[in-house]
């Protein structure tokens, strides 16, 4: 279960990302980064073990990364970095926010081109941290 702390501090954290990302198209390093110190620090703190963290980590972050490298320009590392964010702060439940993230990032962009929804997703750019945002949100109510 995701600490009040740890939620309160994860919607801050992807309020300033989705504000970034969506003025932007970048995600700060104080964000990611800073924001996964703190997160995994009152993880620990609430009782979550660190082989747990780890994994969610892992769960999180790799496919992004493996995704990330095989098409440059598809995904940035701030993208990559920002699934640790909803791992951290919401464990396993963190990875049903980031399923979520792309389920509705893929609505809205078939939802703009509805006769070609293959094409659409193809030569999408979309902002990624919003639609986080968003799955976190529904992920921590689910919870919470």
Known sequence: MASPPAVCLLIVLLAWAAASDLRTRTIPN??????????GALSLAGGAGPVALAGALAM???PMAVASLLRPGALGGGDVKLAALPALAL????LVALLLAFASAVAWTVAGNPRRPVAAIRGAVVPLAPFVAFGSAVAAALVG
Do not use: Q
Not at 30 to 39: I, S
Not at 91 to 94: K, M, N, Y
């Open 30 to 39: 104080a964000c990611t980064v800073g924001g996964a110190v703190v997160l």
């Open 60 to 62: 999180a972050c790799v």
């Open 91 to 94: 464990g396993p439940a963190g």
